[in-house]
């Protein structure tokens, strides 16, 4: 039996985990967007996948319905739909700042669900932050991560730190390619072409985080110091990023970002 999920909003974000998962021939996915244009829109960038512009009416089809507007637009759309949660149904929020709490308070019934995803998702290499509310029990919770770990990686954590999951993994894929845009642009001053300084940037970044990944738990720095031979270049480039305070650098870019999470969810 195919699992029929919705999605409110087809933007970049929800258009990542779409497309990541609709391969899978368990899942009848569908969304909406309300203005017809944005629909076809839609439609003609996610292929065969359904946009109508009824968000009740896919409510009422779907059993797993995500959220996945802006911000700004969550509780207009909730108060629009809330005539027709049913117990039955989970909502999966991927609204940033977007507490649980304040869904419930207008799906007063709802078991929710929320989601902190990241647009590698498109390329099945996503990172998702998972939440359940106070309704949700853990099957719902691994329900979702079922679903999302076919397009990347699932952690759980506690509500009062989703926004710290907002800054690190869903705005890190730009801070990310701002670092490999900056060392591939220092390659192109120094005299290498500029498509070359980029591959051997981002294939060294694709391959350090894989690296990290098959540790074992050796810690990073240990990774760091294999590569940084004292008295070596890595070392004199490392010691530079430690003159350059590089550590307070990327704190102060989490923090900031964290914080315009925090009010997003207060707006």
């Known amino acids: 039996m195919k699992k029929n999920i919705g999605f409110i909003g087809c933007g970049k974000m929800a258009s990542a985990i779409i497309n990541g998962i609709s391969t899978n021939s368990e899942y009848l996915i569908k969304g909406a967007e309300l203005n017809e244009e944005y629909a076809q829109s839609a439609m003609k960038r996610l292929g065969n996948i359904e946009v109508i512009t009824d968000n009740t009416e896919l409510v009422k089809t779907s059993e797993i319905i995500f959220i996945a507007t802006k911000p700004n637009q969550v509780v207009e759309v909730l108060r629009g739909i809330k005539d027709f949660v049913t117990p ?148 004199v480039g490392i010691s530079e990023m430690k003159t350059q305070n590089s550590e307070k650098m990327f704190y102060d870019v989490i923090s900031k970002t964290t914080d315009k999470a925090c009010e997003l969810g207060k707006s």
């Open 88 to 235: 039955e149904k989970l909502i999966v929020s991927i609204a940033a700042g977007i507490t649980t709490e304040k869904i419930e308070k207008i799906l007063t019934n709802a078991r929710i669900v929320r989601v902190m995803p990241n647009t590698p998702a498109l390329v099945k290499l996503g990172m998702f932050g998972v939440c359940a509310g106070s309704k949700a029990t853990e099957e719902d919770e691994n329900t979702i991560i079922s679903i999302l770990s076919s397009i990347g990686k699932c952690i759980k954590v506690e509500e009062n730190q989703m926004d710290i999951v907002t800054a690190i993994s869903g705005s890190g894929p730009a801070f990310f390619y701002q670092v490999i845009e900056d060392m591939a642009r220092a390659g192109e001053k120094l005299g290498l072409d500029y498509e070359k300084s980029l591959t051997l940037a981002a294939q060294t970044a694709l391959g350090s985080a894989q690296m990290i990944f098959n540790r074992d738990q050796t810690p990073v720095q240990t990774l760091i110091d294999n590569v940084a031979t004292k008295g070596g270049c890595t070392f």
